[in-house]
């Protein structure tokens, strides 16, 4: 509105000129404004089309999803965009179904169809109800599907056919700054309005001392048209309108550089709010550990032993008997979510998730061969590992008859589901106490040598079996427990002593047991002797008023469930009120990353649900990305609020100079021209100056902004008044005393001090913006 404003000004200027002054002398005023308006609107297109590109990439960079297929009878992974009708999609829990298709083969397969239907409860897919539709989730199973439809012949397609992309929503930091401007701008409307009368008021006293008030020449109107051009750029000078303007480039230009630092901006208002965080709610596996897997001690058949990747087969199965192996290769290559394949190169690569990667592997050192093993058993029902189970089982129909069930998950879990076990001559024997004492202090060792356990048991169910029973939950036979070392990634230790010297406390949430939890947590720093740490089970008890004492010192949790993390999210938000950043990778942290200010998704390891719930996507899973992101969000914080005081102070000295010339001496020293040229200059070039300066280190020794913190603070207040006083004094200075000061006389004069003080004005900004670029004020 404003530029419209000004457009029919420099119109009106333009027409009365030519007309009572001739070509071009009468055109200067004009063209001065429509010069102004060509380079405001030039530089702000210029901005946004390159700010445009950037969220182009972004967007590109969001829509890298590979999915897991068979083709030409291997199993490889492909981007999402190379899937044809004919492909076999491999798909489980937590996996965004990627195009349209039919149940091959699967078990207890639930799809959560409500981006498609609406409907929140899941749908149970089948042999006979065999349709799978893009855009839709697995809720729970697995499954292998045959795509029929990709692209926009997809149901999901053609939903999103019907929709124009929405543009994205304002930060909470631009509602404020929004709020500031519009505030200053009624102000700035105000002032003009006061201005305008003053000046026609000192025109109308003019003639009327003169007694000419009723002949008008052009002149008379030229000068009108001076007051009204003044009166709308001081309206123009008043808005800070360069304030969205400096976010936007600042988010944008943080957001290209966080590319870099392999972290994905799914959200713009992410940037900032990191930044403010004064919590980070870690998940353990993948985040502060490599998420490399690999089985380094077994306690097989009561022997503890140590299994190198160097060592030999015979080496590790000495001692153990040959059924107790049979057994155990048969739980670990048939109870997986994983494969073994053979690529084009004829090399072997190991397919699934880490944990079971780390058990296939452990399988093949054992001397196992994976498909001999799965083509010796008909594989009867799966019931996939979830987080409310911490276990996952298959059953087996075993040639000559009858089926076997093998069940692996949590050791604390599945043990206290054996009441048998295979003893040192590879008899199945009751479970004693002292077994059971025995495999319990094992799980303890491991654990404490920030190893994660688990359980591997099976269990004979005769010829009874149905495939639609359920798998029994208890009167298992313990095989053995596997301890898993997944190192802590380089740099952990480093980073959470950085979060620390800067006011972030780095809590541990994870699943595993709650000695490898804590061993774990004393490596990388975060639990330390003030902090406690807390099972998920004991967690969930506990009353509100025990909560709120509780939680300020919890430092890690264990065996926690989705909903104990999303408790304590919860707690932390609002009870203690602080900006909480929660990192996950599966679907069951999922509800914790939307209710946490800032959800970081790990992009190595994350499903789809969990990136779709977060903000930010650490795209290497790496805790010292997240400590990046956080120094990038005070870097923006920070850059912006040194704009806002440098276009505040601009802002007011214009606004007191113009009004208190025009109010005591009837003309304003700062002209339309000049003060839209100024107006310019600091909206882009000091917006491009201050908003796009990079982080340092420096910035993690301060304290977090923390929720309730204004934006404008009593130093920044002290900074704007104390600058705008100077200024003001020093042009005031000129405007009263110039003439005398510079020697000035003649006709000139008045144009030669108000080119004085124009130029003053600008270098007193210039100063002021380089004291701000170089930090000289705080």
Known sequence: MTLMILAVCAFVSLLVGIIMEGWPKGAHDGLGIVASILLVVFVTAISDYRQSLQFKDLDREKKKITVQVTRDRQRQKISIYDLVPGDIVHLSIGDQVPADGLFVLGFSLLINESSLTGESEPAHVNSENPFLLSGTKVQDGSCKMLVTTVGMRTQWGKLMATLSEGGDDETPLQVKLNGVATII???GLFFAAVTFAVLVQGLFSRKLKEGSHWSWSGDDALEMLEFFAVAVTIVVVAVPEGLPLAVTLSLAFAMKKMMHDKALVRHL?????MGSATSICSDKTGTLTTNS????KACICGKIKEVSSSEETSSFCSGIPDFAVRILLQSIFNNTGGEIVTNKDNKTEILGT??????LKFGLLLGGDFQAERQASKLVKVEPFNSAKKRMGVVLEIPGGGFRAHSKGASEIVLASCDKVIDSNGDVVPLNEASFNHLKDTIERFASEALRTLCLAYMELGSEFSAESPLPSKGYTCIGIVGIKDPVRPGVKESVAICRSAGIS????????????KAIARECGILTDEGIAIEGPVFREKSEEELQKLIPKIQVMARSSPLDKHILVKHLRTTLEEVVAVTGDGTNDAPALHEADIGL????AGTEVAKESADVIIMDDNFST???????????YINIQKFVQFQLTVNIVALIVNFSSACLTGNAPLTAVQLLWVNMIMDTLGALALATEPPTDDLMKRSPVGRKE?????????NIIGQSLYQFVVIWFLQTRGKAFFHLDGPDSDLILNTIIFNSFVFCQVTYTRLLYLEVLP
């Open 354 to 359: 880490p944990t079971e990667a780390a058990l």
């Open 185 to 187: 701008g009624k102000l």
């Open 710 to 718: 204004n934006f404008i603070s009593n130093v920044m207040w002290r």
């Open 293 to 296: 897997m690999t089985v380094v």
């Open 269 to 273: 208002a992410a940037c900032e709010t």
């Open 601 to 604: 998704a790990m992009g190595i």
């Open 506 to 517: 780095v809590r541990m949430v994870t699943g595993d047991n709650i000695n490898t939890a």
């Open 626 to 636: 997240i400590v990046t992101v956080g120094k990038w969000g005070r870097s923006i």
